[in-house]
Nanobody
């Protein structure tokens, strides 16, 4: 089992930045690809970014490329999502998740999920 707890969400103006954190506990953190997903009001949950267990490989949905950066610190069992140049359409609940499948963007591959953290971007 892996327990995941997100933090760092909040209210920010358009153009601003936030850094989300996801602290993991339980089974060996380094065994998993870590991902961030989000669910906007009235929409399905969607993939945002993933990072390989060593951190050398990253993958992003096109809409956040160049603005969001995923990173991880395996010594701290923590994965981060730095979000810059935020837009109102980025408003959503953001979830981190863990999968044993290398670099997956498929929700069904992710075995463990956090409770989510709300990000609200005002115009």
């Amino acid at each position: 089992q892996v327990q995941l707890v997100e933090s760092g969400g909040g209210l920010v103006q358009a153009g601003g930045s936030l850094r989300l954190s996801c602290a993991a506990s339980g089974r060996t953190f380094v065994d998993y690809t870590m991902g961030w997903f989000r669910q906007a009001p009235g929409k399905e949950r969607e993939f945002v970014a993933a990072i390989s267990w060593r951190g050398g490989n990253t993958y992003y949905v096109d809409s956040v490329k160049g603005r969001f950066t995923i990173s991880r610190d395996n010594a701290k069992n923590t994965v981060y999502l730095q979000m810059n140049s935020l837009k109102p359409e980025n408003t959503a609940v953001y979830y981190c998740a863990a999968t044993p499948v290398t670099m997956s963007a498929t929700q069904n591959d992710y075995l463990y999920w956090g409770q989510g953290t709300q990000v609200t971007v005002s115009s």
